[in-house]
């Protein structure tokens, strides 16, 4: 069953501090389209990443409660589904690609027996068609010789090689819609460029939906339709790639936009400005 929108409804979240539930997230409300990208921006600790982990209730197991609103896949409350269902949706129907694959990754599990344990979960593929998809996996993300690199353990790789096997992992499942938590935040310029890259061209490939959690301008330039800004746990600004770039409303997106590098320049850069100089060359 294909789904065409993956939904926040006036979210609120909480998290335990001193003993006391403490307000994170406060009524926000998105909406992931199919084949579309959004891009959640903000300064760290805004609750971008709580925001992102509750589509897949991954907040549940670090002590964060739901206080109001709902998170609806095709109109249906992800709150009011089985454990069974929620956990054939995380993976098949929504994918995570976490920020540092050093911890995502199991350090005591060779990168193989890790991406064959995902395609086991949520296809009915045999033990040598899960081996062949493997290898597929890994080439779709540019990673030659995968039957070596599948005996390998995740220490012996380098970040980038690491990143792109959470990419390869986060699609085994062939999802219909992908989190993208600061995918590029822990790898070195060049390698963020060929990863952007690479997700970009995913993304159009298999036509899902991504949301994209980040604070770096120049990777929402090159890969969002839409920018949904946070400030201390709440939706202030919310509109087109190109309305966030070239007419930011709010004096927090404005401030925002004020830190990035090109403004230290005399001539003010636009949308297609920033865009040009995000793509990788």
């Known amino acids: 069953m294909n789904h065409d929108m993956l939904e926040i409804r006036d979210l609120s979240l909480s998290i335990p501090v001193s003993g006391e539930h403490v307000l994170a997230v406060s009524g926000v409300s998105l909406a ?42 095709g109109g249906q409350s992800l709150f009011d589904i089985s454990s069974e269902e929620l956990r054939k949706i995380r993976g098949g129907v929504i994918s995570m690609i976490f920020q540092e694959p050093m911890t995502a990754l199991n350090p005591v599990f060779t990168i193989g027996s890790q991406i064959l344990e995902v395609i086991h979960l949520h296809t009915d593929l045999n033990k040598k068609a899960a081996h062949q998809r493997a290898l597929t996996l890994l080439a779709d993300v540019g990673l030659q010789d995968g039957e070596t690199l599948m005996k390998q353990y995740p220490d012996s790789l380098s970040g980038g090689m690491r990143q792109r096997i959470l990419i390869a992992m986060a699609m085994a499942g062939e999802p219909e819609f992908i989190i993208a938590d600061e995918p590029t935040t822990a790898l070195d310029v060049s390698v963020q460029k060929r990863i952007i890259a690479l997700l970009r061209g995913l993304q159009r490939e298999k036509g899902m939906g991504m949301l994209l959690v980040t604070h770096d301008f120049g990777l929402v330039a090159e890969m969002a339709d839409e920018v949904a800004v946070m400030y201390a746990g709440e939706i202030v600004e919310q509109a087109s790639v190109m309305d966030i770039f070239d007419n930011p409303s709010h004096p927090y997106t404005q401030a925002l936009m004020n830190c990035r590098p090109e403004t230290a320049r005399d001539t003010p850069r636009t949308y297609s400005d920033s865009r040009q100089c995000a793509k990788p060359r």
């Open 32 to 73: 992931l389209k199919s084949g579309k990208v959004l891009a959640l921006v903000g300064e760290s600790g805004c609750g971008k990443s709580l925001t992102a982990q509750s589509l897949l209730r991954l907040g549940e197991f670090q002590g964060v409660d739901k206080e109001t609103g709902d998170i609806l896949l």
